[in-house]
């Protein structure tokens, strides 16, 4: 692996982050935090026709066969604008079916969740802050179909999503549709008001077993999860960086700008040095699990636990670097500050990914 993306992986983030930056500049994106969706259908539409909703599948169905890196560069850049959009809960549901479901199904789901015609999340995460394969408690049918009865909490875009992946007990995964009977989706009130969340509730709701689902299968998915949020967190710790720069080079007190002060430019020096080396984090993590299996799984536990802490201590400190108004609404940090508490929490805490780090290391 070279230490740098490629000319072709610069030129899809350049071009993702333009179209956001023209399509959802900062009083949209102020708009959309407000509505009660907290979801721009038109920018995930552009998102879609630029091919990012099938971005990692097979071309036979419609995808563009790229990599995980390449997946993870675009979530940093959707971290990065705060992208209101349904990305994350999308590509984990494909990458689910694409490798736990048996030819049929693959053939049959992907093309359709592909070309963006529908949209799936993922639900995953079970009461007390269960989130991993091997915690999931929802009993699956003997077959590859039948019906699932129990709750779970935390699904991303759970009001807009056409499917939803289970985890089921055991590893298993099945594909719910969110019309079918004994199905009840229920806003939840998190802090990040740019990916809004849901508890999905199954009453003897018809499912479809993935066949091939099994643990492995859903570890793999658990860790390019935990890879697209440690970019999406470097993706945003960098924005709050700059947009605390800006504000010290204009902001002024005592006929000086802010930036004058000692204490405020080593803050900004610090905030700067603790992001900046730990891009490499989640670049070589995206890179195993296409590339070095036997190291995928410990890199992508470090990659998530490791960039969610330090965008929470930039996410503080940023506040801090903006005064009285990093604390309010109005404010514009808050934003990423909420997006930071959410990528803290998603799929497991730090402290829980890094006490799996150092399980697999052996220590």
């Not at 983030?13 to 102020?30: D, S």
């Not at 789901?109 to 394969?133: N, R």
């Not at 803050?267 to 891009?279: K, N, T, W």
Request: aromatic share 8%; with cysteine.
């Amino acid at each position: 692996m070279d230490f740098d993306l490629s000319e072709e992986q610069q030129l899809l983030q350049e071009t993702v982050g333009q179209f956001i930056e023209n399509e959802c500049p900062m009083a949209r994106l102020r708009e959309l935090f407000d509505d009660d969706s907290g979801y721009d259908p038109v920018l995930w539409k552009g998102l879609v026709e630029m091919g990012l909703a099938g971005i990692h599948l097979p071309a036979d169905f419609g995808g563009s066969e790229l990599e995980i890196l390449d997946l993870a560069v675009v979530a940093e850049t959707l971290g990065e604008h705060a992208a209101p959009v349904p990305f994350l809960g999308h590509a984990l549901a494909t990458e689910s079916i694409n490798r736990a479901g048996n030819d049929e199904q693959r053939a049959r789901m992907l093309p359709s969740l592909a070309s963006g015609e529908h949209l799936a999340s993922v639900a995953f995460a079970e009461d007390g802050g269960v989130w991993l394969p091997e915690q999931w408690t929802l009993a699956a049918p003997s077959g590859t179909t039948g019906a699932i009865s129990g709750t779970k909490e935390i699904v991303e875009f759970g009001e807009q999503a056409d499917y939803f992946v289970v985890g089921l007990a055991g590893g298993r995964m099945a594909v719910v549709d969110r019309n079918a009977a004994g199905v009840e989706i229920q806003r939840y009130e998190g802090a990040d008001r740019t990916r809004r969340l849901a508890i999905v509730t199954f009453e003897n709701a018809e499912c479809e077993v993935l066949e091939n689902s099994d643990l492995e299968t859903a570890g793999r998915v658990r860790d390019v999860g935990l890879v697209l949020i440690a970019a999406d967190a470097f993706g945003g710790a960098r924005k709050l960086v700059d947009m605390s720069v800006e504000y010290a080079k204009s902001r002024e007190q005592f006929g000086v700008t802010i930036g004058h002060f000692q204490a405020l430019k080593h803050q900004l020096a610090d905030m700067a040095i603790d992001i900046e080396p730990a891009r490499a984090l989640y670049w070589f993590a995206a890179h195993a699990l296409d590339h070095v299996p036997d190291e995928a799984v410990r890199t992508a536990a470090i990659a998530k636990s490791h960039l969610c802490d330090r965008y929470s201590r930039i996410a503080r400190d940023a506040t801090e670097a903006h005064g009285g108004i990093g604390y309010t609404w109005e404010g514009d940090t808050q934003i990423w500050f909420k997006r930071a508490m959410q990528n803290r929490v998603f799929l497991g805490t730090p402290r829980l990914h890094r006490d799996r780090a150092a399980d697999l290391a052996g220590w």
